[in-house]
């Protein structure tokens, strides 16, 4: 019987030897937290230093965007611009259609956006402005229809000579004269509040730029 119990015993000894050697080795293999820190891992909390630059980000985003819409407020109220041009306008040309919409979802979603999503979408505006803007200034006069280019010409030449009159009557006049040739051209797209003004015999400089009618009408 003293064999079976120091056999026993041996038995015991290994399991208990086994156990605290695998206590130690888990011990040694899990994340000790640091000190004042719960057992739970810890989540990484934003730093004031990143807190800053997603709004730096943010911010420049936003800066691109208006910049463009600057430049397209500014190109609409130069009106030889605008109808030579007038392809920008026009959402029958894909170019100009992509970049609108853009646009208009800019506008109507970005305060939704994180602001990676507001980088990426300030940065696809960009290049689709630039491609929009390209097409237009190398289609041209040439986007209108053979029989309504030299219209246009005349158009622009009443605009031109009302920018450098003196007299505010004979601007008026010359004006209105414009207005009149391109109701008459029906494959041009001039911005509605453009046209409008146009036809009140506004001239260039009176005219100001409110930036929703900066959009073509069919995407408003």
Do not use: C
Request: zero cysteines; a negative charge; charged letters at 25%.
């Amino acid at each position: 019987m003293l064999w079976i119990g120091l056999a026993v015993g041996s038995v015991l000894g290994l399991v208990v030897f086994l156990v605290i050697k695998l206590s130690s080795w888990v011990g040694h293999r899990l994340p000790r937290p640091r000190d004042g820190e719960p057992n739970a891992l810890p989540r990484r909390a934003e730093s004031s230093q990143d807190i800053a630059t997603y709004s730096q980000r943010r911010d420049a985003a936003i800066q691109l965007v208006d910049d463009i819409k600057q430049e397209l407020g500014e190109l609409r109220i130069d009106v030889v611009w605008t109808i030579t041009n007038s392809a920008l306008w026009d959402v029958a040309v894909p170019s100009s259609t992509r970049f609108f919409t853009s646009l208009t979802v800019w506008e109507d979603h970005r305060g939704g956006w994180t602001v990676d999503e507001t980088v990426a979408a300030a940065a696809e505006l960009k290049v689709l402005w630039r491609a929009a803007l390209d097409t237009a200034t190398r289609l041209g006069i040439n986007h209108l229809s053979v029989h309504d280019r030299p219209r246009a010409d005349t158009a622009i030449k009443l605009v031109r000579k009302a920018g450098s009159t003196v007299s505010d009557a004979e601007r008026h006049q010359l004006m209105t004269k414009a207005a009149a040739v391109l109701s008459g051209i029906m494959s041009i797209t001039i911005p509605r509040e453009t046209m409008r003004a146009i036809e009140r015999g506004a001239t260039p400089s009176e005219l100001e730029d409110p930036a929703p009618d900066s959009y073509p009408e069919e995407l408003q």
